[in-house]
Every structure is written in C-alpha cells, then in structure tokens.
C-alpha cells in the first residue's frame, strides 16, 4: 500500500466519522466542534488532490471562521443536552432515514455502474496538473471569472450590511 | 467495450485510489448531511448539516476539477465557500434574532412565526 | 505538500499533550472535598450559570470577520498573481479590477464604522 | 522502498526534533522573562535555584507535575482536558513550517532545516494559526465558570479581529515578492537593497535587501497583530485580573497551565519567525551573501559536506538570535506598557490597523504597477 493510498483511506475513514458524529452528537457544542474536525480533514483530502491553495482557504474561512462563528453562538446560547434532539415520531423517522439510505444507495450505485467509463480512465489524471496550481488558479480567477468576483464583492457587501441589521435588530445590543 | 473496462477499471477498490473513491466520500458526506437536517431539531445543528452538505460538493468539485484538468472546478469551490459563509453569518443573524425574542431555537417552535 | 507530515506531527503533539496530562495525573495526590470542585467565584458561594450576560458584540464582530476575512482571502491570489499581469500587458486591468472589489471594502468598512457596528459602549 | 523509509523516518525524527525546540525553548524563555522583567522592575527575579536561577523551572517543572488533579464541578470532561492539548497544535504546526536555516547537502541528499516545505507556506500558516481559537473556546466551556467562559469569548473576539489586520498586512510582503512561498521569500531577501524603479536601477549597498525597507507599514502593523494573537500585554484583555480574574484559563492548574504556557510561548515564536522572514531576510546575515559564505566556508574545511553544514548552522545561529531579539522585544513590551481597554483595543483593531493596512495595500499595488509598467 502506497503512502498516498493510505493516506486517502485514513482521511476518508476519519471524515466519515467526523461527519457522523456532527449529526449524532446530542450536545450541539459537541456537533459543532466536529463539524470543525470535518472541515479540517476536508481540507487536507484537497491536499490529496494537489489544490493546495484550496485546503489552506478552507482551514481559514471555514475551520477559523464560520466555524468559530456557530461555536460561539453555542456557547452564547449556553444550550444544553437537547431533550428533543431528534425529530419526534419513529414511523417519520424512519421515513426519512430510509429515504436517505436510499438516495445514498443510488447515489453510491451510479458512481459503482458508471466507475469503468467515468472520465474513461479513473485513476489517472487526463491532463496532468502542476504541482503548483495556486498562480494558475489567480490568472483564471481574474481574467475569466472577474465578474463573478466582482459580484461576490458585492455580496459580502450586502451581508455585512444585512447581518449587523438582522443582530442589533429590536433596538438593544445586549441580549436579554 | 468489456477491453476498455478491464484496461481502466481500478484493479483493486483499495489499492487503487481514483476518481470514484473521492465521489463516493462526497457523496457519503452529503447524505449525512441532508440526514442532519431532517433529523435534527435544533436549528443551528441544522445549520451546520447544511454546511456538511456544501463542503461534500466541495470535495467533488475538487475531485473532479483534478481528475478533468481543469482549473474551473476550483473556482467554482472559491465561490462555494463565500456563499456558505454569507449563508451562514446572515442564517445565524436570522437564528440569534429569534432566539433572543422568544429563547428557543426548537425548529418546531418556528412554525409559531406564521402569520 | 507533506500531508503525511503535517498529520504525523499532529498525532505526535495530541499523544504528547495526553500522555503529560496522563503523568501528572497519576503522579499528583488525589482527596475529594466538595468545596474543591467547585468553580472559582471570588470566595462566595458559586451562582446558578444560566445568568450571565454575555454581549451580543461578541457574535457581531465574529460575523464581520468572517465577511472581512473572506474579502482579505480573494487578494491572496491576486497578490501572487499581479507580477505576472503586469509583465503580460494586463496589469492596469486587473488593478482597475481590484482596485472596485477593494473600493466595496472600504465603503463596507466605512458603513460598519458609521452605523456604530464596532462600538464597544 | 528503502530509499522511501529512509525520508520517511528523517522528516518524521527532523518534525520531532521541530517541535522539542520549541518545547524546550519555553522554560528559558520563561526563566528570561522573569529575570528581565525583575531587571526591568529593579528586582532579583528567581536567583536561588542553580546559578542565575537557571535551575527554577526545573523545580517548578517537578513542582507542576505532583500538583493534584481535579476537575470543576460543572466542567465537560473532555472539553476540559482536550483544550491544553488542543493548545500545542497549531503552534507546531506553523512552527514546523518555517525556514530556520540554508539547506544542507550531504552528498546529493539534501537536508532542509525546516519541518516540511509548504508551497502555500503563507496560506498553511495562517489557516494553521486560525485554529488555536477552539483551544481557548474549549477551555472556556469546559470549565463551566463564567469568567471563563466570558474570557474566551473577549480572547476569541480579539484574536479574530487581529487575523484580519494580520492577513491584510501581509498582501503587501505578498505583492511584493509574488509568491505564498516561505523559502523563496527568504531567498529574495538576500543581499543589499537594490531595486528597478521606472527604469532606474537604484543601489543602496550599505543597507540588506530585507522587506522591512519596502514595507515598513506592513511591517510594524503585522508585529502589533502578533502581539494580539499571542493574547500578549498590552493586548491581554483575556485575563484582566480585575475584571475576570484570569480569563480562560481560571480553572486551570498544573500541567495543563504548563501547556497553555507552551502555546502561548510558541505563538510569539511563530509570530516573530513570521516576522523575520516576511521583514527582516530570513536566516540570512546582513552584508553577507549565501555564496559568499559558502565560499569562506570551503575555504575553512576541505570536505564539501562540512563546509555545506558549516553554512548550515551559521545561517540558524543568524536566525536564532533574530528570532532572541524579537522574544526580548516581546517581554520588554509586556513589562513596559499598561494594558488597553477593551473598547480601546477593538477600536484600534478595526477603526486604525485595519484601514492602515487596507491603504498599504493600495499603495503597494500602485507603487508596483508605476515602477514595473
């Protein structure tokens, strides 16, 4: 087993976990915390697939960001172990649960029927990419995509505006 | 058409990883993700499946962006995640604002809000 | 990049830490007293949690980072990249660009001061 | 397959070896700070133990280790302790990143003096130091007290407010050397100021060819910000005694206190290395070239492999006493200026670095469009 091989397994097995734990954990701290743990193993797999750039983007906004964001609102809120965590009723419950095994089971199915012609070959690369994608990624970005750029501008504008609005909206600063 | 799937399909699913792999991965993540948010109550734990879900189509956009040779898949995860944020700064402002009103963020509480 | 690395000293320092705590946990004598396992209060009688007020501010200036942060991430790449746009012929069309998208900033920056976003009392 | 476990069981010794530095280097930085702020403050300091004091953090080492343990009654086990463990990750890793010396060639192998080579070591720096924020956010709900809690919050507010000064100060060092890279950094600092300004080729020998001539601003507004990160007087707002008795780490005691120590020693180490090697050129020496070394040190040994760690080792010792220079600064500062208030530090923060930096990056773009164009 190669090292990149084992790499990818143990990362994989390690987000796989970490994503589960974010929706079975009963304390939302608790949830938030390995959220964060995801994003981290989310971005060193984008190492595994050489967007170097990208891992360390995703380490900053999300794990020290958005991340930091719903941590402290957590811990503002100061919630304890939910009594009702979960949604109530087990005949819905189950529904829904079945209804995502399924979608995963057709999702999973169509990756595995379609794996032999996917892309034609599957482990290799068609175009090798650089080791260095991070310049190439800034030239595309501002040449080809400088309009969606500039919009996203735009929009963190607005949301820096709406946010503030929405947080000290009923007058006070200060929760009650 | 049975040639070309013995020459490319991976050999051994362990030994060898492609393509399909980071897709699987992704798409396991997202299904966790989409679980989160019709089980859970809590509307922030909500929240945060709905960002489990966008860094899942994250990792495929990267996934393939890297197995295509293109760069667009990556540009296209730059903007992904500016989104998220935005979403998540103005969804939490909309959570903190309900909850300091009435001091619940039960998502059963919220149909309540209907006029 | 060394992913490998990067998780290997990871572990190292996580084990490390733990095994410390383990020590000196084992080393340390141990009695119970209730009185010390309460939290620290100045001396009185601890007081119920749920109490404590804690300023929104905190939250607001945690939104703002993350729109301000995401701004500052969308130079990095123009900040490598703008050598090699002057060198290429497009160095005042990608500053023109640039230049907008930091003029967004400035008036986004200049309205969060204005409206009293940053003010701390 | 040899050759492979060959790299693989240097770099994993070469990271170890990273990581006890900077372990090993808090009780002198401690025993530094103590007797510095007693010379600062007209006292002795810690002077019985061993000659100069010296041996007192031994004493204080074995002292932290049979401290008893318990745990607050309404902590989160696990929150409680994974904090001071969760504290000596980030530090090591953007540690472990840095370039603290030329590269050695031993025959045709070479040896870098640094963890690893990171490509985006700029990006992985930064995203790597935005973690440390959960350390304190876990202790401060862990411990179930409210100065805690109050604390992390102040001290998580305050580091992410200084991020952005930080990252923005660094555009500037970015634009100017056009590249995320750490070492080639340091490799376009070498040798004396000389830069093409509109077609003029201007030559000032007598000063090194650092970034701190070309982005003083940058510069001193990236070393404020690392003070914040670091939770560093005059920034410590996290623990002042009057008002939260000591922030979030009230609950703490013994080796888990050693450990946030470690943390926070190795965050103004990071920050300073930072420092060094956007600013102040690196590991090199100013005046003296790397070929120009190499050179006096094959003129010393006969051997090539020697002379090549010869060069080596006096590159590190150069980076070490900048980075000695730099921690001096630091406690100097602590035990010399008061601390702010609170409203006064988020002010300075948002209303004056941040605007300060947003202009030296315009002006860095502008300056490089008109002298290359």
Redesign the interface.
Known sequence: ?S???F????L?IL??IS??M??LMTN??????S??M???L?????????????????????????M????????????KN?I?????GKIS?AF??G???I??GL??GS??LT???????????????S????????????????L???A??????I??????A?????GG???? | MRARKVAHMPSNFILEVGLPHYLVLSSLLFVTGMAGVLLRRNAIVMMMSIELMLNAVNLSFVAFSRYLGLLEGQVMVFFVMTIAAAEAAVGLALVVAIFKRFKEVNIRFFEHLKG | MPLGGVLFITIFVIIFGCFLLFVASKLGKRSYDPVKQQTYECGIPAQEKKDTKISVKFYLTAILFIVFDIEIIFMYPWATTFRDFISSGQGLFVLISMMAFILVFIFGLFWEVKSKALDWE | MGNDIFEITVNCVKLIIVFLLMVQAVPVLVWLERRGSAFIQNRFGPNRVGPLGLLQLLADAVKFLFKEEFIPEHGIRFLYYGAPVMALVPATLAFAAIPLGYPLQWDSYIFRIQGFEVNVGIVYVLGASSLAVYSILMAGFGSGNKYSLMGALRATAQVVSYELALGLAIVGAILLYGTFNLTEMVAAQQGSLQFAFMGHAVNLSWLPNWGIFYQPLGAVIFFAATFAESNRLPFDLAEGEAELVAGFHTEYGGFKMLLFFIGEYGHMMVGSALMIVFYLGGYGIPGVTIPELQQWAAGVTSSANAASALVSLITFVSFTVKLAVFMWIFIQVRWTLPRFRYDQLMELGWKTMLPWALGNTILTAIVLYIAKA
């Open positions: 087993m090292p990149d091989v790499l990818f397994w143990f994989a987000t796989v994503g589960l974010v929706v939302p701290v608790f949830s938030a915390l959220l964060a995801t994003m981290v989310i971005g060193a797999l984008f190492v595994t697939l050489n967007a170097t750039f990208l891992a360390g983007v995703q380490l900053i906004v999300y794990a020290g960001a958005v930091v964001l719903f941590v402290m609102v957590l811990m503002l809120f100061d919630l939910e009702y965590a979960f949604t109530r419950g829904k649960v209804s995502v095994g979608l995963a999702v999973i990756i595995g794996a032999s012609t996917l892309l034609q070959s599957s482990t290799a690369p068609l175009v090798s990419m080791g260095d994608t991070t310049k190439d990624l800034g030239k595309i970005l501002f040449s080809q995509y400088l969606g750029f500039e996203l501008g735009a929009l963190l504008l949301v820096a505006v709406g946010a503030v929405l947080a000290r909206s009923k600063t200060h929760a009650k």
